[in-house]
């Protein structure tokens, strides 16, 4: 099943040791034809934490599942308390020079296509286009009941109204905007409704333990076929959403590479795994290829 299941990697083989010389990423992106897939390690230099690095937010913060979230109001409660909160942070954030140095290698044509397991929009904002979200994107919400879109600002701008002085202070912020709050700072928190029907809004991202859609899994499979190598950029790829397009690369043929400080699920079908920061090694990378990178985000 397609899933992304809240999921700790323990690994059960010998470790290989990373690299620090980027030098076959430098080769592959000379050739062309490069799918990047990115996860959350890409985004922390934009201050927004990762689940499983170190101080990673799984060792403090167990992440909404669909379950809990479509069959208990109080949860609901619970996480749009958090998410809204959050929301001041995580929708503040700017891209980062990853970000930028990737947008850059897709303006010179560098790379096939880009995939993205982050819900951030900073790849977008960074000037990148055509940009699949793996797990969907927080800028947006959907009713559950009639399957309306609309804004997050917007959604914001109401539950700031229907919750007039609500300013908990949080412990910390999680990869998917939502901030750590107690109970207590929850409270009595006001959820409001869909504006169409009334019926329950959910932001539009793939919740641990629900199925991304099997339509943009398979677009994704497509762009994996299509491209000469993979690229996999600051992620653990523990949970199968990821890894599987890792495995169809590997059992095709294609090279995979990682750029991760920590090792990952996925080493032991990549060519190399480069254990250094993602920002400073991209940005060193477009500098190798005579690849200007913007020193400002695009708005």
């Not at 927004?48 to 403090?60: A, E, F, T």
């Not at 479509?70 to 958090?82: D, E, L, V």
């Not at 869909?194 to 019926?199: F, K, L, R, T």
Request: hydrophobic residues 40%; proline residues 6%.
């Amino acid at each position: 099943m397609r899933m992304r299941p809240t999921l700790s990697w323990t690994p059960t083989e010998e470790l290989r040791p990373g690299s620090t010389d980027p030098e076959p990423v430098a080769d592959a992106l000379r050739a062309g034809g490069v799918l990047v897939l990115s996860g959350a390690g890409l985004s922390t230099e934009s201050g927004i934490p990762d689940y499983r690095g170190k101080g990673g937010s799984l060792s403090r913060h167990t992440p909404m599942t669909y379950q809990d979230f479509t069959a208990s109001a109080q949860a609901r409660r619970r996480y749009w308390a958090r998410s809204h909160l959050g929301w001041r942070t995580f929708g503040s954030a700017r891209p980062n020079a990853g970000h930028r140095a990737v947008a850059a290698f897709a303006r010179h044509g560098l790379l096939s296509g880009v995939i993205t397991q982050n819900v951030d929009g900073l790849h977008q904002t960074a000037g990148s286009d055509g940009v699949v979200e793996l797990h969907g994107s927080l800028a947006r919400v959907v009713c559950l009941s009639c399957g309306a879109f609309s804004s997050r600002r917007e959604l914001a701008r109401r539950l700031t109204e229907a919750n007039a002085g609500f300013a908990p202070v949080a412990a910390g912020l999680n990869p998917d905007g939502d901030a750590d709050l107690t109970d207590d700072q929850v409270g009595d928190f006001r959820v409001v409704p869909c504006s169409v029907c009334d019926g329950i809004l959910k932001p539009d991202v793939v919740f641990f333990g629900e199925a991304v859609p099997p339509r943009r899994v398979e677009h994704c499979r497509e762009l994996v076929e299509r491209a000469t190598s993979l690229l996999v950029l600051g992620s653990s790829l523990t949970v199968m959403s990821g890894l599987r397009f890792v495995r169809q690369a590997a059992q095709a043929g294609k090279p995979v590479l990682i750029v991760n400080r920590d090792p990952t699920r996925g080493d032991r079908h990549a060519v190399t795994r480069v254990a250094l920061p993602l920002g400073t090694t991209l940005t060193t990378l477009a500098g190798r290829l005579d690849v200007p990178v913007d020193g400002e985000a695009a708005a």
